[in-house]
């Protein structure tokens, strides 16, 4: 999913860093005041990272004959807030274009607007706008969309960076064939592997979830609630 | 049992979705020994054919030298991720059940507490 090493020209690689820049800033800033602000989070903090490592690690096959990689980031958006997932996908991402050669430094700040920015956001909208639906519902459109969104926005600069004799929509429409229909059927196991993921934290973790606004309290099972409600 | 019927159908639809990937994949991949070729390998095959005096301006500073180097260094990352994640929903499981242990023996202790003489 990543844009390879030296693929965007210098001008577009600089202006997405610049892009990029103040909500990894802001991201890490946000991990900070989440843990000062809710110490007992620490763990869930760890899941919501190791969750974005171990996706954005797996190459799934797709019907298109191609293969690609899930996110992860709408979990910890839907936990922590977008901010958050921007520093943590940034983490993601510099791993692996160190050491993995997979994305690259140049291309660093294109990715993390994808992955750790655009994605996030994608996926946290979906999960307030549809407040009203049952919470696997919220989740699992929260986690395909952040996945979605993310190759969509790939295709995008991909499509401004290399407009070719066709035009900007011309490219569009070719990147989006290589990255957004590949990834539809993989978005769609995203969300499914995140509502058990959620189930299980919801089970294990629900004053937590609860103490960060993720649960309400008719959203609890069987656990007493230990804060205020701020985001759900 | 009913309960758990929901996770079990979950399953099933991933490995469902991956059973049709897979079969589906197959028949659509656009040569012999070239099935689920990687989307960004394919997006910079498209670059080079619709652009191509364009040449990457940057090379990565390491490079696995080959194919099994770079699955074994995902699968590590995988592992790394894998290894945190079930740490964490582990300790959360025995945190819940601390917690619920420690609750009944609050409510068994205010049970059987003699009940407080009037004044």
Do not use: C
């Amino acid at each position: 999913m990543h844009i390879a090493e030296g693929f965007l020209p210098p001008l577009h690689a600089a202006a997405w860093t610049a892009v990029a820049t103040p909500f990894v800033i802001h991201g890490t800033r946000e991990i900070g005041r989440t843990i000062k602000a809710h110490p007992e989070a620490k763990l869930l903090l760890g899941a919501a990272g190791a969750f974005t490592f171990v996706l954005s690690a797996i190459k799934l096959p797709s019907v298109t004959g191609s293969s690609s990689h899930p996110t992860g980031t709408g979990l910890g958006a839907v936990i922590f807030r977008p901010p958050v997932m921007a520093a943590l996908g940034t983490i993601v991402l510099l791993f692996q274009a160190l050491l993995l050669a997979h994305g690259g430094l140049t291309t660093l700040g294109a990715n993390v607007f994808s992955m750790a920015v655009v994605g996030p956001w994608a996926g946290y909208a979906a999960f307030r706008l549809l407040a009203k639906a049952p919470f696997s519902v919220r989740i699992f459109t929260a986690m395909a969309l952040a996945d979605l969104a993310t190759y969509v926005t790939t295709a995008t600069q991909l499509a401004l960076a290399f407009p070719g004799q066709t035009g900007f929509v011309g490219a569009w429409s070719a990147f989006l064939g290589i990255f957004a229909i590949t990834q539809i059927p993989l978005a769609i196991i995203e969300g499914l592997v995140g509502v058990l993921i959620v189930k299980a934290l919801r089970t294990w973790a629900a004053p937590e979830l609860e103490a960060l606004g993720v649960l309400g309290r008719s959203q609890t099972r069987g656990e007493a609630p230990t804060e205020k409600v701020s985001h759900a | 049992m009913r309960k758990h019927l929901g996770t079990l159908g979950v399953v099933a639809a991933i490995i469902a979705l991956f059973a049709l990937a897979m079969i589906l994949g197959t028949r659509h991949a656009p040569g012999e020994g070239e099935a689920f070729v990687g989307t960004d390998s394919a997006a910079t095959t498209h670059i080079e054919a619709s652009q191509p005096g364009y040449s990457p301006w940057f090379k990565p500073l390491f490079a696995p030298s080959s194919g099994e180097v770079e699955s074994g260094l995902f699968a590590l990352q995988a592992a790394l991720g894998g290894g945190l994640l079930g740490f964490v929903l582990g300790t959360l499981r025995e945190r819940r059940r601390h917690r619920a242990a420690a609750d009944a023996a609050a409510a068994s202790d205010a049970a059987a507490a003699p009940p407080e003489p009037r004044s």
